[in-house]
């Protein structure tokens, strides 16, 4: 008995560590030009990622993540909110701009490994816009996104009201979590009671 609750604490608190642990990936983009990034765009889109969605796992370095769209620029789009793809590397400082009020041209394309849309190249896909202006270092990059907003037409999608059931599990692994720390606490008590019943 004192073996099998030994085995039951150890792999309790592996579960734990497998299930808290978080995977890094690193990944280098080839920076395109910005006529090609147009060019292999299926659809164009301008709005703010809604990083209380659930994600939506992938074969590759993306997650998908529901996309509130304001304006369509390429593409047939008719619906307001999409799931298009973010680098997991790049959810943290993507929403950060956002809650500075910032949001994002998005240029995406279809991908094998991902049953949702992704950035064209990555951050080649994904320009950054602040009160109508592009937020770009790169001059050209910054003056081709800038000419392509003001002269392409866009449409804006009527907005639905839907109400969303999932909204309240915004932490798909809390229950992993709780379950977890319950498993953990039951065999350390287990291991508690046995130690004090032998003194």
Same mark, same amino acid.
């Given at each position: 008995?004192?073996?099998?609750?030994?085995?039951?604490?150890?792999? =309790?608190?592996?579960?734990?560590?497998?299930?808290?642990?978080?995977? @890094?990936?690193?990944?280098?983009?080839?920076?395109?030009?910005?006529?090609?990034?147009?060019?292999?765009?299926?659809?164009?889109?301008?709005?703010?990622?809604?990083?209380?969605?659930?994600?939506?796992?992938?074969?590759?370095?993306?997650?998908?993540?529901?996309?509130?769209?304001?304006?369509?620029?390429?593409?047939?789009?008719?619906?307001?909110?999409?799931?298009?793809?973010?680098?997991?590397?790049? @959810?943290?400082?993507?929403?950060?701009?956002?809650?500075?009020?910032?949001?994002?041209?998005?240029?995406?394309?279809?991908?094998?490994?991902?049953?949702?849309?992704?950035?064209?190249?990555?951050?080649?896909?994904?320009?950054?816009?602040?009160?109508?202006?592009?937020?770009?270092?790169?001059?050209?990059?910054?003056?081709?996104?800038?000419?392509? !907003?003001?002269?392409?037409?866009?449409?804006?999608?009527?907005?639905?009201?839907?109400?969303?059931?999932?909204?309240?599990?915004?932490?798909?692994?809390?229950?992993?979590?709780?379950?977890? =720390?319950? !498993?953990?606490?039951?065999? @350390?008590?287990?291991?508690?009671?046995?130690?004090?019943?032998?003194?």
């Amino acid at each position: 008995m004192r073996k099998s609750c030994y085995i039951l604490l150890f792999s =309790s608190f592996f579960l734990s560590i497998m299930i808290i642990s978080n995977t @890094v990936a690193a990944t280098s983009w080839v920076e395109l030009k910005p006529q090609e990034v147009v060019d292999r765009s299926e659809v164009i889109i301008t709005g703010k990622y809604d990083f209380t969605s659930k994600p939506k796992p992938s074969g590759f370095v993306f997650q998908g993540l529901g996309f509130n769209i304001k304006n369509v620029y390429k593409g047939d789009v008719s619906e307001q909110i999409i799931t298009a793809g973010i680098d997991y590397n790049d @959810v943290g400082w993507a929403e950060e701009f956002q809650n500075e009020e910032g949001e994002f041209l998005l240029l995406l394309e279809k991908s094998k490994d991902a049953d949702f849309l992704i950035p064209v190249g990555g951050p080649n896909g994904m320009i950054q816009v602040y009160n109508g202006k592009v937020e770009e270092s790169n001059d050209e990059r910054r003056a081709f996104f800038e000419d392509f !907003l003001k002269s392409q037409p866009q449409k804006t999608i009527e907005k639905k009201v839907e109400n969303d059931n999932d909204s309240q599990n915004n932490n798909p692994y809390l229950l992993l979590y709780v379950s977890t =720390s319950i !498993l953990v606490g039951m065999a @350390v008590l287990i291991l508690l009671y046995r130690y004090k019943r032998k003194k």
